[in-house]
């Protein structure tokens, strides 16, 4: 999506920013782990396909994308590249033409060590917020893996509730109506989220 191509979103634990042609290499690397490839439901790709997969994500006006980066990494080594940083990724599809305030969130981090430290909760509020801000979005659907119970769990503790599971997919769906207290506490939850222009640290240009 052309909108998000020079935002970046800084929060406490993680920052989100685009998707460029620099972070393909450590994606793809990510993307060769049949663990990942379960859990995100998708198949391998080669590099060149994932290079053109990055180009449809920047250029795609139903689908947004951030990639999540360790802010304490971040922050802390202003000289290293946005690869060094990566944790995982943080994505919203437009997937219903017929309700265009509906949009369908999926969070993954990717780097083991980055589990367990609330990096996913925080990229999911803070592209709820994005969403809801920047792209007029009300409601938000979740389909995870049925057994993909940390992001099930995940999901549960932001206010989504359960209401479906496919036992052909084997996956369930979740989803949250933003009403006003529920964005109210939305706001809250991202009160400290700083919106700036991007600059890619890579010297190359995108």
């Not at 007029?136 to 979740?142: I, N, P, Q, S, V």
């Not at 964005?183 to 700083?194: G, N, R």
Request: net charge negative; hydrophobic share 35%; aromatic share 8%.
């Amino acid at each position: 999506m052309r909108l998000n191509a020079n935002t970046l979103l800084l929060g406490k634990k993680v920052v989100l920013v685009p998707y460029t042609s620099e972070h393909v290499p450590r994606y793809h690397e990510w993307m060769k782990s049949e663990e990942l490839q379960r859990l995100t439901a998708s198949e391998p790709l080669t590099l060149e396909q994932e290079y053109e997969m990055q180009l449809s994500w920047r250029e795609d006006s139903d689908k947004c994308t951030f990639i999540v980066l360790d802010a304490e990494k971040w922050q802390a080594q202003p000289d290293t590249s946005e690869e060094s940083c990566m944790a995982g990724d943080v994505n919203l599809f437009l997937t219903d033409p017929g309700d265009p305030t509906m949009g369908e969130i999926e969070v993954m981090i990717a780097e083991s060590s980055c589990r367990g430290r609330g990096f996913g909760s925080e990229a999911v509020l803070m592209m709820m917020f994005y969403g809801v801000t920047r792209l007029g979005l009300t409601k938000f659907e979740a389909k995870i893996g049925q057994g993909n119970e940390p992001s099930i769990h995940l999901f549960h503790k932001l206010h989504f509730e359960q209401v479906a599971v496919s036992s052909v997919f084997q996956e369930v769906t979740l989803r949250l109506t933003m009403n006003e207290s529920e964005q109210q506490w939305l706001v809250q939850q991202t009160s400290h989220v700083v919106e700036k222009p991007y600059r890619a640290r890579s010297a190359e240009p995108h």
